[in-house]
Nanobody, 118 residues
């Protein structure tokens, strides 16, 4: 069982930056892909960014060039650096892990709120 704990959300003005962190613990983590999803009120949960154990990344078109995902395998941590934030980035952001070549979530964090004011 993998436990994921997020941190780093908050309120920021449009154009600002935030960094989200997710720490994994427990058994079964090994070489899973990790990443971030987000869900705004009334919307479906969507993939934001993902990274494999070897470092291959994948981004949603809406965040490519603004968000960067990093991973520290020794520390079992994944970071999401978000720059040039827009009001439409406002959502609850969830850390996820699972899959190898592609992120297929089997474990979820509890979520952290990101609010971007205009």
């Amino acid at each position: 069982q993998v436990q994921l704990v997020e941190s780093g959300g908050g309120l920021v003005e449009a154009g600002g930056s935030l960094r989200l962190s997710c720490a994994a613990s427990g058994s079964g983590f090994k070489i899973d892909a990790m990443g971030w999803y987000r869900q705004a009120p009334g919307d479906q949960r969507e993939l934001v960014a993902a990274i494999t154990f070897s470092g291959t990344t994948n981004y949603a078109n809406s965040v490519r060039g603004r968000f960067t995902i990093f991973r520290d395998n020794a520390k079992k941590t994944v970071l999401l650096h978000m720059a040039n934030l827009k009001p439409e980035d406002t959502a609850v952001y969830y850390c996820a892990s699972g899959g190898i070549a592609t992120l297929i979530p089997r474990s979820w964090g509890q979520g952290t709120q990101v609010t971007v004011s205009s």
